[in-house]
């Protein structure tokens, strides 16, 4: 016999595929207005992939929910996704003002690149 869990475990796991590796824990939870599947990833990042591409996903996951039947087997209305620890706010502890010189051309944009995403990252701060 299957279970609810091991279910959705191969539906999230199938409709993810590039995230399926950030996949912390997968929950399903009861509310008042009926049951939400919680995927819970290990880092920001992963989520932060997941609000990129939501949309894709979760056209993938209706597809597959359909092919498998599963509405036999576990309901669930809505499909939130968290970070693991997600709650915890990052504060900038660099200033943004450190030497690429040194860098090869291809690294030294990389690092323009950081050096901007920091300054912008203090600039949100101060605001």
Request: with cysteine; hydrophobic share 40%.
């Amino acid at each position: 016999m299957v279970t609810k869990q091991e279910v959705l475990r191969e539906l999230v796991f199938d409709s993810l595929q590039e995230l399926r590796e950030f996949v912390y824990r997968i929950e399903l939870r009861s509310f008042a207005k009926g049951q939400k599947l919680v995927i819970v990833f290990s880092n920001f990042f992963a989520l932060q992939e997941w609000n990129k591409k939501e949309a894709s996903i979760m056209e993938r996951m209706r597809e597959l929910y359909k092919q498998r039947g599963l509405k036999e087997i576990v309901v669930f209305h809505q499909v939130l996704a968290k970070a693991k620890g997600q709650n915890r706010t990052y504060k900038e502890l660099s200033t943004g003002e450190f030497d690429t010189s040194y860098c090869a051309p291809i690294l030294g944009g990389i690092m323009d690149r950081i050096k901007i995403a920091i300054k912008e990252n203090l600039e949100r701060e101060r605001v």
